[in-house]
Each structure stands twice: as structure tokens, then as C-alpha cells.
């Protein structure tokens, strides 16, 4: 909401732009589900790139892992999976936006008492953590059915194959026909912790993850927006947003790597049995280089996407606070 004039008290001003009554408000929630789907229809076909690339399938690098997407799969191979991301991850960062702005309004009105209060720094990296250790409940079993799906379409080793032939005396098939018989496979197969495979290195990722998500966003739209705008203006929420997703996938990739081999194991072979052995063979096979795998397609995916989520959950909250006050 943009306001050229100074309209009503300080305190009436952080009351609009902070929230208004108490911790818990749910248009949090909602704006964080249209820019949470904002910013899957943007990047899905970059993830679908770093998916396959840190899951160490031979692609080699990052131009000729879209090389061969695109020859083998076509336009349509990028996009693989999508379907279930769009409804799940904007669920995923609805609850990001809404865990992570209650959490913050709940620590204001603990230390200063008001919930609308402007947060300090501490504040905002309190909130990203429980916002990341949060998150872990939901996110994990999204991943890994995305990462699954994504995996399942790309060439696999030779030998991989050779031996299910061996043992099977069949081609090997596509493990999931799609989200759904992907979960009731899992489940079939590995339990209900099967769908969690991959939470400690999700908890080590996030965590630290959310706080170099929110505060450089925080830090960096307050520094463009006007003193006299109650809440980010648009360019301001686009260009925080994706600087504030380079930051965090740029640093996020290592254990982002983890994660994703942890997730994507399982398809056809077991391989790794947990944190510490993942990057132990990942390093004894490859060395310290591929824990930067995918460092590039993060970063420059990293940009677009946040922006696109940022932007998003800004436009909408606004939206949907001006309805509230003109609707009281």
C-alpha cells in the first residue's frame, strides 16, 4: 500500500504493514500459496535441470544436461512432475509465510508488546529458523515425490540396467506412473519413514537456509522502499526477492546436493545410507567439487524464483489487506 503522505500515527502505519491483530493471521498464509505457485511456474524447468545434475547421472554439466533434456525428453521433459509441485509447494511456502510472519509477530508482542511492532534482526533470524525447522514436516515429503518423478525420466547407468535385466529378464519401466501411485509406491515399499528420507539434511539445508532467505529480503527491501510506503513496492519486492534467492541457494547447494542424492536414491538402487555416509562415498567418488554441483543453475534459478514468490506474497497481501479495510 503506497501512501504519499504521512496519513496516520507511526504506530497506525506498523499496525498496516505488520499485521493488525495479533500473531496469527491468515492472510499470511494465503499470499504465501499465490507466490509460492508464482514461483513454481517460473523455475520448475531450472529445478528439473539441478535435480538431475546433483543426483550424478553422468550429465556432465549444466549446458549439456539441458542438451540432452531437450533431445531426449523434448520442451515437455522440463516441465516433468510439475503438476504435483504447483499444488504442493504453494501449500509448502503458505506455510512458510504464514509460519514464519505469526512467528515473528508472536516474538514482537513477547518483547515489545505488540505484535505489530517493527522486528529487529534477531527477531527476523529467530522466526527463519522455526520457519526452516517447520518447514522440514511438509517440504521433505514434497521433495522427494518431485525429486522422484523428476529422476525417473533420465537415462540411467548401464550397468544399473544390465543388472535389473539380469534379475528381472525384463526392460526396466518408469517406477511411477505419477504423484499419487509415486507416495503409494513409497509407502508400499519403505513405510511412512520412506517418505521422509533426506529430513536431516532438509534440517540442515533450512534452517540456516531461511535465515539467509528472510533477512537478506528484509534488509534489502527495506533499503529500496520509501520511508513514506507502508510496504515494499513492487520492483522493491522483485529485486530483494531475488537477491535474497541467490543468497540462499548459493550457500543452501552443498547440503542441497545431500539432500537430493538422499531423495533420489531409492528410485531403482539403494545406495547411500544415510547424512554421513552420503558424503562420504559422494566425496571419496567425486571429490569436494561435487557438493558445488548445481551451484550455478541455484544461483541463477534462484533469482527468478524468489522474485516471482516475493513479488507474489507482497501483491497479495496487499490486495487482500486493502479488502479487509475497506471491508471491515
Known amino acids: 500500500m503506497n501512501v504519499t503522505a504521512s496519513p496516520k500515527t507511526k504506530t497506525e502505519q506498523d499496525c498496516l504493514r505488520y499485521g493488525k491483530t495479533g500473531s496469527f493471521q491468515l492472510d499470511d498464509f494465503i499470499a504465501g500459496w499465490v507466490g509460492g505457485a508464482a514461483g513454481v511456474i517460473v523455475g520448475h524447468p531450472l529445478d528439473t535441470v539441478k535435480t538431475r545434475l546433483q543426483a550424478g547421472q553422468g550429465y556432465g554439466n549444466t549446458f549439456n544436461c539441458v542438451r540432452t533434456i531437450y533431445r531426449n525428453e523434448a520442451v515437455t521433459g522440463f516441465f516433468k512432475g510439475m503438476s504435483f509441485p504447483l499444488i504442493s509447494i504453494a501449500a509448502y511456502n503458505s506455510l512458510v509465510f504464514g509460519v514464519f510472519s505469526s512467528t515473528q509477530r508472536f516474538i514482537c508482542q513477547y518483547r515489545y508488546g505488540k505484535p505489530y511492532h517493527p522486528p529487529a534482526l534477531t527477531d527476523i533470524t529467530l522466526a527463519s529458523m522455526v520457519t526452516g525447522a517447520f518447514s522440514v514436516g511438509i517440504g521433505c515429503p514434497v521433495d522427494l515425490v518431485k525429486i522422484r518423478l523428476q529422476m525417473q525420466t533420465q537415462t540411467f547407468p548401464k550397468a544399473n540396467l544390465e543388472m535389473k535385466h539380469k534379475a528381472t529378464g525384463i526392460s526396466v519401466q518408469a517406477a511411477y506412473r505419477g504423484p499419487i501411485h509415486c507416495v503409494a509406491t513409497i509407502l508400499q515399499q519403505e513405510g511412512l519413514p520412506g517418505l521422509f528420507r533426506g529430513t536431516t539434511a532438509m534440517l540442515l539445508r533450512d534452517v540456516p537456509g531461511y535465515c539467509l532467505y528472510f533477512i537478506p529480503y528484509a534488509l534489502v527491501s527495506v533499503w529500496i522502499t520509501s520511508d ?76 527468478p524464483v524468489s522474485a516471482a514468490t516475493f513479488l507474489g506474497y507482497e501483491l497479495s497481501l496487499k490486495a487482500l489487506r486493502k479488502e479487509a479495510e475497506t471491508n471491515p
Open 228 to 303: 513514506e510506503c507502508l510496504s515494499p513496492t513492487p520492483f522493491a519486492a522483485w529485486m530483494a526477492g531475488g537477491i535474497a534467492g541467490i543468497i540462499s541457494w548459493g550457500t543452501a547447494t552443498p547440503m542441497d546436493v545431500v539432500k537430493c542424492r538422499l531423495q533420489a536414491d531409492g528410485v531403482y538402487l539403494n545406495k547411500y545410507k544415510g547424512v554421513i555416509d552420503c558424503i562420504y562415498q559422494s566425496y571419496n567418488s567425486e571429490g569436494l567439487k561435487v557438493f558445488f554441483r548445481g551451484l550455478t543453475v541455484n544461483t541463477v534459478r534462484g533469482f
